[in-house]
C-alpha cells in the first residue's frame, strides 16, 4: 500500500449518511480487537472516566469523558468484520445515528468502511458542526498504533 492508500476519506452522503473510510495496515481481527476491547479503547480514544463495550447483539457501550459521553445499543453484530449500533451523543436525541462499522481484508492488512446515518439532514450538520469528523486522522491514527496482543 502506498501512503495515499492509508489517508482517512470522509464523504457526506445523501441528505443524512457520512461514510469515513481508512486502510489499517493489521489484519481484520486485530483492528476489530482495538475497536471492542474496553482495555484498548482508551489507547486510541483517550482518557476516559467511564469505558464500557458489550460487543454483541442486545449489547450496548458508553464511553465518557468529562466533557462529554457516546452510548448506546449494539444492533447486530459478525465479528470481526461488521457491527451496527446506536450512538447517542451526551443525552441528545438530536444527534443520534445508526453507525455501520465494515472491516474488510486487503493485502495484509484492512479496509475500514464506517457509515454514520443520522435522523435527517439537520442533525448530520449539527454533528459536522460540532467537530464530530474533525479528529478522525488523529484518533484513526492511534487505532493504527494500538499494540494487540494475538
Known sequence: MNSDSNKL????????????????????????????DPMLIPQWLGEMKRCEMDARPGGSFHYEWDEFAFSGPVLAVDAPHHMVHVEHFSGDAAYNAEITTDLVAHGTGTRMTVMMRYANAEARAAA?????????????GKLEAVQVKE
Open 128 to 140: 459536522i458542526a460540532n467537530g464530530f469528523t474533525d479528529s478522525l486522522e488523529e484518533t484513526y
Open 9 to 36: 476519506q470522509v464523504v457526506q452522503d445523501g441528505e443524512t449518511d457520512i461514510i469515513v473510510r481508512r486502510f489499517f495496515s493489521h489484519p481484520p481481527a486485530r483492528v476489530w480487537r482495538a475497536l471492542t
